[in-house]
């Protein structure tokens, strides 16, 4: 992969971005080129071009120096897409497979030209016409485990794990988290946006002292343990996927955090899927969830046994203590993010997509529950098996 610094940022338009990929050389002369943006996220602009012809095509990504979901008034550092492409690099360097070839980044201009993955479907539209992706929670559980690993001071050298956690210091995308998933939707907050129904739901959070404790403990936690290099938002739209290959995109919000995070935050997109479905349909949610578990621990305790560095590591007792932490928090966390994408700034079209007015309501409703006992109820936990109690006790 190439970095480099050149000129003055500028957005990119459609007609630029052809011609930064043919001054890149990534097509062949003369290739007739197509080009459109397809940015659907809060952050960038996305440029899909690709050789007529040929069919061959690239992605060029654009960092913006705002929230395009509010505008100029939230400025946003461009640094951001240079924690993207290192983190591609980084993820690329433990599990390939499962993330995209980087190509070219260029710093000054804030833009990472990376592999087109046309070809696959992000996995949240998919799972919303009721694809069920049989290797997606296998795929998700390794690339978890493998980067969380040899990113810890269990898997690396920890003087060297210290130097790379500087380079991912991501202070002003880890203030959108702080803030969004665990402050604003617990609050009265401008920032929230919720059917005028909801309110009293809505109203009785902001009121519960026993939920803020234990969203603060949460908090606590995302600010001061700097345990694995993180995705930091690892939620069904940023997985490309097919029944057989499966990608990680968009890791602009990378940062030295625990263990459980990018864990709790794709359960709780699977959750907020299942929220959405009838009750017969919401069994592969739920087998995501065990199987993202289940590959997670065992990668991570094999790992453990067969590379670490650490020398407690052969210490009775200690693996079974990070992952049970591990699980707990993911299961707080899971909590958190689907509390806010019920009632916060940025939804999920698995809930605003219900077409009908009424069931929408029950089914955020619903969320709004789910997600509370998460949080107060996540040291109860025994296993995954307790995701399928909690949904189905928050039901009624």
């Keep these: 992969m190439t970095t480099v610094q050149t000129s003055v940022y500028e957005p990119l338009t459609e007609p630029k971005a052809v011609s930064l990929a043919v001054r890149l050389g990534l097509f062949r002369d003369g290739a007739p080129l197509a080009c459109r943006e397809i940015g659907d996220g809060n952050l960038n602009l996305v440029f899909h071009i690709v050789d007529q012809e040929t069919k061959q095509g690239v992605i060029i990504k654009q960092a ?25 690099r980084t993820f690329a360097s433990y599990v390939p497979q499962y993330v995209p070839k980087v190509y070219y980044s260029d710093e000054s201009l804030a833009i990472t030209v990376m592999e087109d ?11 919303i016409e009721g694809k069920t992706y049989p290797l997606l929670s ?9 980067t969380a690993f040899y990113t810890s001071d269990f898997g690396m050298n920890q003087q060297e794990k210290k130097k790379l956690a500087q380079s991912f210091v991501n202070p002003e995308l880890c203030k959108i988290t702080e803030d969004l998933v665990f402050t604003d939707p617990f609050f009265d907050h401008e920032t929230n946006n919720f059917e005028d129904e909801l309110r009293p739901d809505v109203e009785a959070l902001w009121r519960d002292d026993r939920l803020h404790l234990e969203a603060a403990k949460l908090k606590r936690k ?15 739209g940023s997985i490309f996927v097919s029944a057989d290959e499966t990608k990680v995109i968009d890791p602009e919000f990378a940062f030295y955090g625990p263990i459980g ?23 592969p949610l739920f087998d995501h969830i065990d199987r993202t578990w289940d590959v997670f621990a065992s990668v991570f305790s094999n790992l453990w046994r067969t590379e670490s560095v650490e020398t407690y590591a052969a210490t009775p007792g200690l693996l079974e203590d990070v992952l049970r932490h591990a699980f707990i928090d993911a299961v707080g966390f899971a909590g958190c993010e ?11 079209a698995d809930l605003d997509g219900i077409e009908h ?19 107060i109820e996540r040291r109860v936990f025994t ?5 399928r109690r909690l949904f189905a006790e928050t039901e009624q």
């Excluded at 120096?65 to 951001?80: C, D, F, I, N, Q």
């Excluded at 296998?138 to 493998?146: R, S, Y």
């Excluded at 929408?360 to 998460?374: I, Q, S």
């Excluded at 296993?383 to 995701?387: A, L, V």
């Design 117 to 127: 993955l046309s070809r696959l479907q992000i996995a949240r539209k998919g799972l």
């Design 138 to 146: 296998q795929h998700i559980g390794e690339f978890v485990a493998k």
């Design 261 to 283: 995070f990018d864990l709790g935050q794709f359960f709780a997109n699977l959750l907020l899927n299942a929220l959405s479905r009838s009750e017969l349909e919401r069994q």
């Design 357 to 375: 007015k009424d069931e929408r309501l029950v089914a955020k409703r619903h969320a709004l529950r789910l997600g509370r006992r998460l949080i």
């Design 222 to 236: 995302f600010l001061t343990e700097a345990d694995v290099l993180l995705h930091g938002d690892l939620h069904t």
């Design 64 to 88: 913006l120096p705002y929230a395009k979901v509010v505008g100029e008034s939230w400025p946003l550092t461009l640094k951001r897409a240079v924690i993207e492409s290192n983190a591609l």
């Design 383 to 387: 296993g995954t098996e307790d995701f």
């Design 338 to 348: 689907v509390i806010r994408r019920t009632i916060g700034l940025a939804h999920v």
